[in-house]
């Protein structure tokens, strides 16, 4: 009998049965075994509480990116990333910032939403009005599930109802506006809008079926801005260069979206070290990009009257410093003590104000040497590496393969023989 993938009671097998399993199916080698149990900071037992069926953790790269002044404040800021040349690029575009005296930030409450779906109302509209008469016993029914986030200032503070037109025929959709203060809050929503759910339904006589938070939190929105200097940018030229950049991603989907990712660059790498949610902010800050009918850079950027360059940038920012990982993750848990933050808005503040570094970064690599000078750089190291060059080696196959713009594996086998 070949091998299959149905195996029933994994999950109720130890991390080490698992891997046993994976090694027999996969072929892995006792090399590759030992990698997979080398955990690192991330005890097993921690990861096997975290998520199903578990066989080991993966690493990846943490770095810190330097000169962020925000608000006043010097911050060093813990990035995860695989991407080369992103730490760097941030570090560069603060150190630009500080000229002018760096980023200044700003945030809206922490309210995020949590969506309930009312189906089989014969009258709408007057489902609506029901809901919205008990509005005040809504809120009460949410907020008894949370006492203490209620007594810290949060909890439930609104109620919104839409009337939706679908395919299926019309339903009344509830929002319940939770501040969820220093937590994401996913968590807390579910649980509010899962407890009001069978009231709306006696309410009005429909049926709910979706409860759930929405990832389009923008209620929750940090805002970040800064001044670059035209000296600092290399003149007044270059100002207009990313100006020009910036206007082909507000005209145009495609170089919009490149535009955006750059943007998430920054802040999903300090999401993943201090352990929040990439995928919720992800999806958040594009469906925010398009909320208007049209994909839109995060981003605005213009001139000032003296020849130096603006730029703004607004998005949702789920974040939290408590609960989820942050409060399990060692790692996560030092990222947030290096950040020095206090809250789930300054820490959202901070985020911003590196999404805007980086996008200014990748701006000015694109209109002055082309984003591949530095990134490749660091590319042309790993290269190296997987070519197998050691120590002194890797640095001396890596400005080769720069300099002669071949950074392949093969051309970096040649030179490596050469150099031996």
Not at 127 to 136: F, G, L, P, R
Not at 386 to 410: F, T
Request: aromatic share 4%; hydrophobic share 45%; net charge neutral.
């Amino acid at each position: 009998m070949g091998k299959t993938s149905q195996l029933p009671g994994f999950y109720k097998l130890s991390p080490e049965d698992r891997l046993k399993v994976v090694k027999e199916f996969a072929g892995l080698t006792d090399e590759e075994m030992e990698i997979l149990r080398s955990t690192g900071p991330l005890k097993l037992e921690q990861a096997n509480r975290m998520i199903e069926n578990v066989i080991g953790t993966t690493g990846v790269p943490l770095g810190i990116a330097v000169n962020f002044f925000i608000n006043g404040k010097d911050y060093l800021i813990p990035m995860a990333i695989e991407e080369p040349s992103v730490v760097a690029a941030a570090s560069n575009a603060a150190r630009m910032a500080r000229v002018k005296g760096g980023f200044r930030t700003s945030s809206t409450e922490p309210v995020m939403i949590g969506q309930i779906q009312l189906t089989g109302v014969k009258n709408p509209s007057k489902a609506k009005d029901a809901i919205i008469s008990k509005k005040e016993k809504i809120i009460e029914i949410a907020n008894e599930q949370d006492p203490m986030l209620v007594k810290l200032g949060g909890g439930t503070k609104g109620l919104e109802v839409r009337v939706l037109d679908t395919s299926s025929g019309s339903m009344v959709i509830v929002h319940l506006l939770v501040d969820t203060r220093d937590a994401m809050g996913a968590n807390v929503i579910n649980t509010m809008v899962e407890a009001v759910a069978p009231f709306i339904e006696r309410v009005t006589g429909g049926k709910v079926y979706l409860r759930i938070v929405s990832n389009l939190a923008d209620l929750r929105l940090a805002r970040a801005d800064a001044i670059f200097a035209k000296e600092a940018l290399e003149g007044e030229e270059v100002v207009d260069g990313i100006i020009e950049a910036y206007e082909f991603a507000a005209a145009d989907p495609y170089r919009c979206t490149t535009h955006n990712k750059g943007i998430m660059n920054g802040i999903v790498a300090i999401a993943l070290a201090t352990g929040n949610d990439t995928r919720a902010l992800e999806a958040g800050a594009h469906s925010f990009a398009a909320m208007n009918g049209r994909y839109k850079p995060l981003t605005t950027w213009k001139k000032t009257p003296e020849g130096d360059l603006l730029g703004r940038i607004e998005l949702p920012m789920a974040v939290g410093i408590i609960g989820g990982t942050t409060a399990v993750h060692p790692v996560a848990k030092i990222c947030l003590k290096i950040l020095g933050v206090k809250t789930a808005r300054e820490l959202g503040e901070v985020m911003a104000a590196v999404g805007l570094a980086q996008n200014l970064a990748a701006l000015r690599a694109m209109v002055t040497d082309g984003i591949q000078r530095g990134h490749m750089k660091l590319h042309a190291r790993n290269i190296a590496v997987m070519a197998g060059a050691k120590g002194e080696l890797i640095d001396e196959v890596a400005e080769r393969l720069v300099r002669e713009r071949k950074i392949r594996v093969d051309r970096a086998k040649e030179i490596l023989q050469e150099l031996k």
